[in-house]
């Protein structure tokens, strides 16, 4: 079932309808994509203290595990992983408001999406990625902003609440800019996003705590397995193309967890004159391969993997899954550059 779609970016009516919504203790659920990455745990974990500082009942449901590195934004526990519990399954059903971040289309929250489709409640989607699809109730959505995250302490200040940003909101906001900015390199990142930065320093967050928490706190199998992965790039000079395979093999070897290959792309890009990376990761259990792209300019790889592997994202980040085998995929892609020559020149 599909409503009819407000507005992209949120309109002032909007923001005053939802104000009256929230003026009054509601039961919320938040939900965020598949394989978590730091702007979706930052996004839903500001979000839901931010409700429950309000007096809502807030929950976090993630579709999956999230990353290690991440844990330290949940001290309290509070995110609950999906498991189709009747427990779940009744949050979700008798739930007021649920509010979707940093995807476009229930597809992306795996084994909730029905769920979440048929749920009754009020569906806010809050997001940056192109194209959401109109399942929501009320739409803020804006590609141009760098992170959910970013729009969360807009949507705070939206309802007039910028006094409710207290440090553990500030610290789980700057988690999700800085990681989906890169680092606050991306060209999404813009004069707002630094005033945001700002503001959330003025409220307490512990930028050097975070950034330890994000960047250096590493297994070292997880260095040694991004050792290998960097060993593996291969270049396509034609191209400024650099890409990197990992079969499920290597990343046993290396006894891999979720997040273990998080950012390795960025590092083809690093390289002198690449314009495109991309990065595809056998999957066996799910028996796909799982592909990443960045790009630095102008090249579009949102349009790149929407073409060739029917993915989606950014222009100059991008996902997609492939299932067919490594080997056969590997030749799909490079036979698709073939038809980017001149973007990529
Ligand atoms: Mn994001």
């Given amino acids: 079932m599909y409503y009819v779609v407000y507005s992209q970016i949120m309109t002032q009516k909007d923001v005053q309808e939802i104000k009256g919504i929230l003026s009054e203790p509601k039961k919320i659920v938040i939900v965020h994509h598949k394989n978590a990455d730091g702007d979706a745990i930052g996004s839903s974990m500001a979000l839901n203290t931010y409700l429950n500082i309000c007096g809502h009942k807030s929950n976090v449901i993630s579709p999956n595990k999230f990353p290690d590195f991440l844990k330290w934004l949940d001290n309290k526990n509070e995110i609950a992983i999906f498991n189709n519990s009747d427990h779940q399954i009744n949050l979700i059903n008798n739930s007021d408001i649920i509010f979707t971040l940093d995807f476009n289309s229930l597809e992306r929250c795996g084994d909730m ?37 970013e729009m969360i302490y807009h949507f705070i200040e939206k309802l007039g609440d910028n006094d409710k940003i207290n440090s553990s ?73 650099a890409f990197i395979t990992l079969a499920q093999k290597d990343l046993n070897n ?92």
């Fill in 113 to 149: 999406k029905d769920l979440i489709n048929k749920s009754k409640a009020i569906k806010i989607l809050i997001d940056h990625h192109e194209n959401p699809k109109n399942y929501a109730d009320y739409l803020y959505s804006d590609t141009k902003i760098s992170s959910t995250c």
């Fill in 254 to 345: 290396f006894n891999f967890r979720k997040g273990d290959t998080e950012g390795i792309v960025n590092y083809g890009l690093s390289i002198k004159k690449i314009k495109f990376a991309a990065i595809f990761i056998e999957d066996k259990k799910e028996n796909i391969i799982k592909i990443s792209f960045r790009s630095k300019g102008n090249f579009d790889v949102n349009k790149f993997s929407g073409d060739t592997f029917n993915g989606g994202g950014h222009k100059n980040a991008s996902g997609a899954i492939s299932r067919d085998s490594l080997s056969s995929t590997i030749v799909n892609f490079k036979n698709a550059l073939k038809k980017y020559k001149t973007e990529l020149n």
């Fill in 169 to 241: 909101i500030a610290e789980a906001i700057y988690t999700g800019i800085m990681t989906d900015t890169g680092s606050f390199k991306f060209s999404s990142t813009s004069s707002i996003t630094h005033k945001v930065i700002s503001d959330l320093l003025e409220k307490g967050a512990d930028k050097t705590k975070i950034h330890n928490e994000i960047y250096d706190n590493n297994r070292i199998e997880k260095i040694k397995l991004l050792s290998f992965a960097l060993n593996k790039i291969e270049i396509i000079p034609e191209y400024n193309t």
